[in-house]
């Protein structure tokens, strides 16, 4: 950030009276503006005992396998972002389950919250942000050319839980260092 966006002048980057962090300040009005991690909303769709994946057609991970999801809008709740998503990537009508994961991915400044989902209608597309959409089998989930590593965990406590027959949350932390991703689970509740 360069500029401030109340009046315009030139911001900076200091530790504010009374706050721990570096914050951008504008030096003219004072106002501090606060950058906070933006929430991507997904969910992972069964069908007939199958899986639907997007293959996505925008970067990042072009060409990657994917759960629908994405970056939530004002004005949406969680869920609704999740379904929303759904409808944009594989044309797909869903019914929002249970809360399923909960990934922190701190690299990245994003908090990936990931539902169970159902289709309501037998019918799926492909979407603008998608080059394909289809059902997977578990056996058949092409885990090599998942998208993300958020994406691989929930499918992955989607799938355990299944066979389980329990619905769990689980939580994971995602961070990198030295260019490899450090992964830590949290509870599962």
Same mark, same amino acid.
């Given at each position: 950030m360069k500029f401030c966006s109340n009046c315009a002048s030139p911001v900076s980057l200091s530790v504010p009276p009374g706050d721990h962090l570096p914050r951008f300040v504008c &030096? /003219?009005?004072?106002?501090?503006?606060?950058? /906070?991690? $933006?929430?991507? &909303?997904?969910?992972v769709i069964e069908h007939e005992g199958k899986i639907l994946l997007c293959k996505r057609?925008?970067?990042p991970r072009h060409g990657f396998w994917t759960i629908p999801a994405g970056f939530m809008e004002n004005g949406e709740s969680v869920q609704?972002? &999740?379904a929303r998503e759904a409808m944009e990537e594989a044309l797909a009508h869903? $019914?929002?389950?249970? !809360? !399923? &994961?909960v990934v922190n991915v701190l690299r990245a400044h994003q908090v990936h919250i990931m539902f169970r989902a159902? !289709?309501?209608q037998p019918s799926f597309g492909i979407g603008p942000e998608s080059l394909e959409s289809q059902l997977y089998a578990e056996a058949e989930i092409p885990w090599p050319e998942l998208a993300f590593l958020s994406v691989e965990f929930a499918l992955r406590r989607y799938l355990d839980d299944r066979a389980k027959g329990r619905e769990q949350l689980h939580f994971r932390d995602i961070d990198w260092r030295d260019g490899k991703p450090v992964m830590t689970d949290g509870d599962s509740q």
């Open positions: &030096a /003219n009005c004072g106002t501090i503006h606060y950058e /906070n991690p $933006r929430i991507i &909303a997904g969910c057609a925008i970067e609704q972002a &999740a869903v $019914r929002i389950g249970s !809360l !399923l &994961a159902t !289709l309501t």
